[in-house]
């Protein structure tokens, strides 16, 4: 089986919820779920619930969803909009257990580069936004959500 069927096959097991952990190096923090459901064959919709606690102590309700689309050996993610608007796109590379791939989103005159590493049970998304507007980096951790059984 060839890389882009590996992948393929791996982007289904997505499905399913997720704990979200999510810093900013300016001090806001977010906790989450992630609900990751299939939208049509090769289309996920991801969708984010949460908490955005920010420096001063205040805590806001926040959301954002997603469409992660793979296609043709590329992972697309798009802003869930109408129109779509393309965020990220990358070829996974699978090395050391995990699939990982490098993106970049020009949103002039900042830029937003991403770091992407998918794991069975667990999704880690580096950003770092650079540019005369901004200058911030988010690591966002996704973790499946388990029930833990007592014996």
């Known amino acids: ?3 882009p069927a590996k992948f393929s096959v791996f982007f289904n097991t997505l499905i399913g919820e997720w704990k979200i ?16 459901s299939s939208l049509s064959q090769g289309a996920l919709l991801f969708e ?3 908490h955005l606690q920010i420096p001063n102590g205040g805590l806001i309700s926040a959301s ?3 469409i992660w689309v793979f296609e043709q050996s590329h992972l697309q993610i798009f ?3 109408k129109p779509k ?6 070829e996974p590379d699978f090395s050391d257990g995990a699939w990982r791939g490098e993106a970049h989103h020009d ?4 830029i937003y580069i991403g770091k992407y590493e998918l794991l069975e049970d667990l999704i880690v998304i580096h ?6 507007k901004k200058e911030y980096e988010i690591c966002s951790e996704y973790r499946r959500g388990y029930v833990t059984q007592s014996s």
């Not at 952990?21 to 990751?36: A, D, H, M, N, Y």
């Not at 608007?85 to 990358?90: E, G, K, N, Q």
């Not at 949103?107 to 900042?110: F, I, L, N, V």
């Open 1 to 3: 089986m060839n890389l």
């Open 21 to 36: 952990s999510r810093k900013v190096s300016t001090g806001e923090q977010f906790e989450g779920t992630l609900l990751v």
């Open 48 to 50: 984010e619930v949460g």
């Open 64 to 66: 954002r969803r997603w």
């Open 79 to 81: 802003f869930d909009e």
């Open 85 to 90: 608007r393309l965020y990220h796109a990358f």
């Open 107 to 110: 949103c002039a005159p900042d």
């Open 127 to 132: 950003q770092e936004i650079r540019g005369p």
